[in-house]
């Protein structure tokens, strides 16, 4: 049965209070009536199905459309979407529940489940000893850091260095829960490396010609690093922006540097005069090796044939002295008469005890004339 206690007090009120039978009542047309009072009816409760029929009334089911759209709403706001540069990582409870890849995906709307969306093919860099400032006039404004810079060479000289780190996320789950303020702590190890590294370095070596093995010794180092405190990251790139001595000394460094850099032209040069000259020298003395293996190998052949050419006239000699010396004789006037550099003058026989011999006046006229003598005469 239900009780509508309202509705009964109401009633009560309406009703008139009987008087009392002693002098000490109080009229019920004049006097004051006593406030009404609830009535215990036995320690019942109030009516616990009062509120329920209010919501069945046409105002209460309002509330009950307003309810379901605000649990739709919840529901619709568990759908979220992950960026193709980004992983997703859903936690429930604030606990790591699950990795999930770019796209389209539903969790357990708030409180129950969140998600973290951390870019993992974004390039991040850090700066060590300089910080990079807005740009002015075209032209990138660097804020030097001393502290960060000065380190300690392995010949005990210091030298300022700035560099700079680029990397990336490898594993988004190490990246968010495993360190914080993972910046910081790239580039504390990224201090910590180089510092190593210049350490065991020369001076002249960071300075110079080392700063390629200076920079590739430093990003392996610095991924060991990184591995052993699980940040999840990947590093690309270390990358000296200046290696440079303090300014109190620059000056004599600068000199050092510059002889250093003369040296090294100079034998360059050196070097590619000798590059250059030894081939030349070396074909030259090849072909005269090779032409004077040609002239023995001639001479030697021409001796050979020579010498059989005159075995063969002695043993034909041999065989018949007279008819050989004749055919010597006529085989040399035959030469020296064929000679068309040899002047000749054919005399008939019998006319050379008459003849009066005639020197070739043309060819002396030719030939240039002696200084006269100093006594004089012709």
Same mark, same amino acid.
């Given at each position: 049965m239900n009780w509508d206690w309202d509705k009964l007090q109401e009633k009560r009120q309406r009703q008139p209070r *009987?008087?009392?039978?002693?002098?000490? &009542?109080?009229?019920?047309? &004049? /006097?004051? =009536? $006593?406030?009404?009072?609830?009535?215990? @009816?036995? /320690? !019942? *409760?109030?009516?616990? !199905?009062?509120?329920?029929?209010? %919501? #069945? #009334?046409?105002? &209460?089911?309002s509330l009950w459309w307003l309810a379901g759209g605000v649990c739709i709403l919840w529901l619709l706001s568990g759908i979220y979407i992950v960026e193709p540069d980004e992983e997703? +990582?859903? !936690?429930? %409870? &604030?606990?790591?529940?699950?990795?999930v890849p770019p796209g389209?995906?539903?969790?357990? *709307? %708030?409180?129950v489940e969140t998600v973290e969306t951390p870019k993992v093919t974004q390039v991040q860099r850090v700066e060590v000893g300089f910080r990079s400032q807005a740009r002015s006039a075209g032209q990138a404004q660097v804020r030097p850091v001393p502290e960060e810079a000065y380190t300690l060479t392995g010949d005990e000289n210091i030298v300022n260095v700035q560099f700079s780190v680029q990397y990336r996320i490898r594993d988004a789950v190490e990246y968010l829960f495993r360190v914080t303020n993972q910046a910081a702590v790239v580039q504390s190890a990224a201090e910590a490396? @180089?510092? $190593? +590294?210049?350490? #065991?370095? $020369?001076i002249d070596s960071a300075l110079t010609d080392g700063k390629l093995r200076i920079q590739e010794d430093a990003t392996r180092l610095l991924q060991n690093i990184l591995d052993r405190y699980e940040v999840g990251v990947e590093v690309i790139a270390v990358q000296l922006q200046d290696v440079h001595p303090p300014q109190d000394v620059i000056e004599a460094f600068k000199d050092v540097a510059s002889a250093r850099e003369d040296k090294s032209r100079i034998i360059n040069e050196a070097e590619a005069y000798? =590059?250059?000259i030894l081939p030349k020298a070396r074909g030259q003395a090849a072909e005269m090796v090779n032409q004077a293996q040609a002239y023995r190998a001639t001479r030697v052949r021409t001796a050979e044939g020579e010498a059989g050419r005159f075995a063969a006239v002695l043993a034909e000699y041999q065989k018949a002295k007279d008819v050989t010396k004749k055919r010597l004789y006529y085989e040399t006037l035959e030469e020296i008469l064929s000679s068309t550099e040899m002047e000749k003058i054919i005399l008939p026989p019998g006319t050379s005890d008459r003849t009066l011999p005639l020197l070739p006046i043309d060819v002396l006229g030719k030939r240039p004339a002696r200084p006269a003598p100093a006594g004089g005469g012709n």
């Open positions: *009987p008087s009392s039978s002693g002098g000490g &009542g109080r009229d019920p047309g &004049g /006097g004051d =009536n $006593e406030p009404p009072r609830r009535r215990d @009816m036995g /320690g !019942l *409760p109030p009516d616990p !199905l009062r509120k329920i029929r209010e %919501f #069945t #009334t046409p105002g &209460g089911k997703g +990582v859903v !936690l429930r %409870f &604030g606990k790591y529940d699950r990795s389209p995906h539903y969790r357990i *709307p %708030f409180p490396a @180089m510092r $190593e +590294v210049i350490g #065991t370095s $020369e000798r =590059n250059e």
